[in-house]
């Protein structure tokens, strides 16, 4: 009975071991993609430009397609906090002292899962600044063609545990809420699990 007991066992758990079959893709921006952070505080409003040359030139990920679901593993992107702009030398210092850029210099994104809608896609992703990860799901549209990605992110940089930087003696304060905008056009070049 014991032996029976074990073979049982053995083919339960080896069908809870199978590989699970991904497709792959490499995936690179376009030069013409953008990203950017828009802020404001009680007397104006700034934007900081993320410059798309410093991505990856490719970024491989692992897939698994559901529909309506496709769920992905190591969807990875790291971006550098030096990669943004906010248009003068004042505003770049203040975003660094406020993401703690020399503690943390990088923003962390991973994709884990896209669903599809009639009105488009809702992307949900881990995004982690200053060491805390939040999971947001954020609305995805696709323009007229099938390459071109848009979106818009409001977060509260509190819940980063950040702090919203006070000048001219409190005089001019920076609001907590943010927005993340992208545009990003991508090439995306698809692969079976025994190709390379």
Do not use: W
């Amino acid at each position: 009975m014991d032996k029976y007991l074990a073979i049982v066992l053995f083919v339960v758990l080896s069908s809870f071991c199978l590989k699970e079959e991904f497709e792959y893709a490499d995936v690179s921006f376009h030069t013409s993609s953008s990203l950017f952070i828009q802020g404001s505080s009680n007397v104006n409003t700034f934007q900081c430009h993320f410059n798309m040359a410093s991505m990856p030139a490719k970024t491989r990920i692992y897939y698994q397609k559901n529909e309506p679901i496709i769920s992905f593993k190591n969807a990875k992107l790291k971006l550098t906090n030096q990669g943004f702009d906010c248009g003068s030398r004042l505003i770049n210092k203040d975003f660094h002292e406020l993401l703690q850029s020399e503690k943390y210099p990088f923003i962390h994104l991973e994709l884990e899962k896209i669903v599809s809608h009639d009105y488009g896609y809702t992307a949900y992703v881990e995004i982690q600044i200053a060491g805390k990860k939040i999971r947001y799901a954020i609305p995805i549209k696709q323009k007229e063609t099938t390459d071109k990605y848009s979106g818009k992110l409001d977060i509260n940089i509190t819940d980063f545990n950040l702090v919203p930087p006070k000048k001219m003696l409190g005089a001019i304060v920076v609001r907590e809420e943010i927005s993340i905008h992208f545009d990003f056009k991508l090439t995306i070049e698809t692969f079976t699990e025994n190709e390379e």
